[in-house]
Nanobody, 128 residues
């Protein structure tokens, strides 16, 4: 069964850092654009960052630019989100997701509707 499993969430103080990981099984990430999304209580799921299957194209939501970094290791079938300078408004459930593209494609999307495969989510709470 195709699946994505997030890890690395937790409780951190404002200004702190977390590194989220997402391990893929059942498919090879080299054929998929990947993204990180988050959903806070009462809010719509929003795109945080995405990266193409080639790893050469990335995009970030304005709210996280300069603080978050997305990366992928296709050989390990794992994607990452490094989150620095965390703010209370970053508190949400974070999801990794993927959708099929051509191999080594530069295509990417921050729209959750584009994505076909989703992880179960990991809670990130930023509070003092």
């Amino acid at each position: 069964q195709l699946q994505l499993v997030e890890s690395g969430g937790g409780l951190v103080q404002p200004g702190g850092s977390l590194r989220l990981s997402c391990a893929a099984s059942g498919f090879t990430l080299g054929y998929y654009a990947i993204g990180w999304f988050r959903q806070a209580p009462g809010k719509e799921r929003e795109g945080v960052s995405c990266i193409s299957s080639s790893g050469g194209s990335t995009n970030y939501a304005d709210s996280v630019k300069g603080r978050f970094t997305i990366s992928r290791d296709n050989a390990k079938n794992t994607m990452y989100l490094q989150m620095n300078s965390l703010k209370p408004e970053d508190t949400a459930v974070y999801y990794c997701a993927a959708y099929r593209t051509a191999y080594w494609s530069s295509v990417y999307s921050l729209s959750p509707y584009q994505y076909d495969y989703w992880g179960q989510g990991t809670q990130v709470t930023v509070s003092s």
